[in-house]
């Protein structure tokens, strides 16, 4: 069981690291399905290029109920055309459900409960009558059919009163990955009819030592840790970095499209930027044999990297272009500081810094103007991360008795609570890009796991299950 944060330890780690990384070929990211809207009904496919002719009477209504309660909606199986694509109708149906139930705008329907009604064939022959006894408000479903090596699926979202279909889409893409189709079209939902940025095509990036690898070069016997990625519910885990080295600490660019991470491919600590899709690599911070660089964090736009250095004779916090240019010093003090994170607006930078005694957390401007001011006074707090808008918040790792849990102060508020139930060791925090998730560490499996856990201290979930997986970062 982990006693401690790790950032303020990694430096002594650094001494002692003597191994080689070599980053994977390029991931081939989950394509999302391609989106091509269709009318409500009857349904039409738009010409290439041009968008779909829209009934105003049936696009853009939303499903609302008095009193502001969360309309109850049932989504049960697509309709598969032909027995072959059953199988991928019913994964979207179940992912659909599991999407929509996240973000906990819905009152979903129990999927247990469909059994006594009777499945549709068609949007025509959808039973609204034995919705309604099951009180549901609207009942999402669709239909799938095959296009030669690549999947149609039309989506709608039926308002049962009315027996109207208030919200249409309709994708075409590859058969290969059903489960796009469901967080795609989960996506796209929460943003037409609850103005919500859903968070279903994102990921998570996390430091695992899964594969019990040993580390190669001069000390051996050493347990290494790789880069892997998941989708945000879990699913589709993959390695990143291959080598039998250490790679630690990932952040995600604003794109979604490269990682940044601390490496001992060289044999001593140093930022490597991992552009997953294209085969390419960056070294930023320029790190040697005695300038050691840990802990990056992406800028807001993407455009600079914030990571923690010993370049200065201790620990202190840099920023630097992606390029490697315009090396910019954020603190200076004897003390250590240590895991930097950007505020929304890219101007300001949390970090933990042990120059009062035990770590805390600070916040100083990004151009290294001004005095850090301290915000927490914790025993012992680390690994801020500052949430993105509209919330203005940092969460935490404060320290609770042996072990940790995941707070959050609110600037605006000044006030601090906490997510977890100081069950394990919970630390490593890390925002959804909505504002309205953490992903982080814990214990309380046994090993160390990755969980997502909604921002009031609901809906707890286990993302990972195999080896120690630690440091979460959740993709923009």
Same mark, same amino acid.
């Given at each position: 069981?982990?006693?401690?944060?790790?950032?303020?330890?990694?430096?002594?780690?650094?001494?002692?690291?003597?191994?080689?990384?070599?980053?994977?070929?390029?991931?081939?990211?989950?394509?999302?399905?391609?989106?091509?809207?269709?009318?409500?009904?009857?349904?039409?496919?738009?010409?290439?290029?041009?968008?779909?002719?829209?009934?105003?009477?049936?696009?853009?209504?939303?499903?609302?109920?008095?009193?502001?309660?969360?309309?109850?909606?049932?989504?049960?199986? +697509?309709?598969?055309?032909?027995?072959?694509?059953?199988?991928?109708?019913?994964? #979207?149906?179940?992912?659909?459900?599991?999407?929509?139930?996240?973000?906990?705008?819905?009152?979903?329907?129990?999927?247990?409960?469909?059994?006594?009604?009777?499945? &549709?064939? %068609?949007?025509?022959?959808?039973?609204?009558?034995?919705?309604?006894?099951?009180?549901?408000?609207?009942?999402?479903?669709?239909?799938?059919?095959?296009?030669?090596?690549?999947?149609?699926?039309?989506?709608?979202?039926?308002?049962?009163?009315?027996?109207?279909?208030?919200?249409?889409?309709?994708?075409?893409? %590859?058969?290969?990955?059903? $489960?796009?189709? &469901?967080?795609?079209?989960?996506?796209?939902?929460?943003?037409?009819? $609850?103005? @919500?940025?859903?968070?279903?095509?994102?990921?998570?990036?996390?430091?695992?030592?899964?594969?019990?690898?040993?580390?190669?070069?001069?000390?051996?016997?050493?347990? #290494?840790?790789?880069?892997?990625?998941?989708?945000?519910?879990?699913?589709?885990? $993959?390695?990143? /970095?291959?080598?039998?080295? @250490?790679?630690?600490?990932?952040?995600?660019?604003?794109?979604?499209?490269?990682?940044?991470? /601390?490496?001992?491919?060289?044999?001593?600590?140093? =930022?490597?930027?991992?552009?997953?899709?294209?085969?390419?690599?960056?070294?930023?911070?320029?790190?040697?044999?005695? #300038?050691?660089? +840990?802990?990056?964090?992406?800028?807001?736009?993407?455009?600079?990297?914030?990571?923690?250095?010993?370049?200065?004779?201790?620990?202190?916090?840099? %920023?630097?272009?992606?390029?490697?240019?315009? @090396?910019?010093?954020?603190?200076?003090?004897?003390?250590?500081?240590?895991?930097?994170?950007?505020?929304?607006?890219?101007?300001?930078?949390?970090?933990?810094?042990?120059?009062?005694?035990?770590?805390? #957390?600070?916040?100083?401007?990004?151009?290294?103007?001004?005095?850090?001011?301290?915000?927490?006074?914790?025993?012992?707090?680390?690994?801020?991360?500052?949430?993105?808008?509209?919330?203005?918040?940092?969460?935490?790792?404060?320290?609770?008795?042996?072990?940790?849990?995941?707070?959050?102060?609110?600037?605006?508020?000044?006030?601090?609570?906490?997510?977890?139930?100081?069950?394990?060791?919970?630390?490593?925090?890390?925002?959804?890009?909505?504002?309205?998730?953490?992903?982080?560490?814990?214990?309380?499996?046994?090993?160390?796991? =990755?969980?997502? =856990?909604?921002?009031?201290?609901?809906? @707890?979930?286990?993302?990972?299950?195999?080896?120690?997986?630690?440091?979460?970062?959740?993709?923009?």
């Amino acid at each position: 069981m982990t006693t401690a944060p790790r950032s303020l330890l990694t430096a002594a780690l650094a001494a002692l690291a003597s191994t080689v990384l070599v980053l994977a070929a390029p991931q081939g990211r989950q394509a999302p399905a391609s989106q091509q809207p269709a009318p409500a009904q009857p349904p039409t496919t738009p010409p290439p290029g041009q968008p779909p002719p829209q009934q105003p009477d049936q696009i853009g209504v939303s499903i609302t109920l008095s009193g502001g309660a969360a309309p109850r909606v049932a989504v049960p199986n +697509f309709i598969a055309a032909s027995p072959d694509l059953k199988a991928a109708a019913d994964t #979207i149906g179940e992912v659909l459900w599991d999407d929509l139930r996240f973000e906990r705008e819905y009152d979903l329907i129990p999927r247990a409960s469909y059994a006594p009604i009777t499945p &549709a064939t %068609s949007m025509e022959t959808v039973p609204f009558d034995q919705w309604k006894e099951l009180g549901a408000n609207a009942v999402l479903i669709g239909t799938v059919r095959q296009n030669a090596s690549s999947l149609t699926v039309q989506a709608r979202l039926f308002d049962v009163a009315t027996q109207r279909s208030v919200w249409a889409k309709e994708y075409t893409a %590859s058969a290969n990955n059903p $489960r796009g189709f &469901a967080h795609t079209i989960s996506d796209e939902l929460h943003k037409e009819q $609850r103005s @919500l940025v859903g968070v279903a095509r994102t990921k998570l990036a996390f430091a695992s030592d899964r594969d019990g690898e040993q580390a190669r070069g001069t000390v051996e016997q050493r347990s #290494i840790k790789e880069i892997y990625i998941a989708d945000y519910d879990g699913d589709a885990q $993959r390695r990143v /970095t291959v080598n039998r080295s @250490l790679a630690i600490n990932p952040s995600w660019s604003s794109d979604g499209r490269a990682i940044a991470y /601390t490496s001992y491919r060289r044999g001593y600590p140093d =930022i490597y930027v991992s552009y997953i899709y294209q085969g390419k690599m960056d070294q930023p911070a320029g790190g040697t044999e005695t #300038i050691h660089n +840990f802990l990056p964090a992406f800028s807001p736009d993407g455009s600079r990297i914030a990571f923690m250095t010993n370049r200065d004779g201790n620990m202190e916090i840099y %920023s630097v272009s992606r390029d490697g240019s315009n @090396l910019r010093r954020v603190t200076s003090h004897p003390g250590n500081d240590s895991t930097p994170t950007w505020s929304p607006a890219g101007n300001q930078i949390a970090f933990t810094s042990d120059r009062s005694g035990s770590p805390q #957390i600070y916040i100083a401007d990004a151009d290294g103007m001004g005095q850090p001011r301290r915000i927490t006074n914790e025993s012992w707090a680390d690994r801020a991360t500052w949430s993105p808008a509209p919330y203005n918040e940092i969460a935490y790792a404060g320290r609770n008795g042996p072990g940790f849990d995941i707070k959050i102060f609110s600037l605006e508020q000044g006030q601090i609570r906490t997510v977890t139930d100081s069950n394990g060791s919970n630390e490593s925090p890390s925002w959804a890009p909505n504002g309205r998730h953490l992903a982080f560490a814990s214990t309380r499996a046994g090993r160390t796991q =990755i969980f997502t =856990i909604a921002r009031d201290g609901n809906d @707890l979930h286990q993302v990972t299950k195999a080896g120690n997986n630690v440091q979460p970062s959740w993709s923009r």
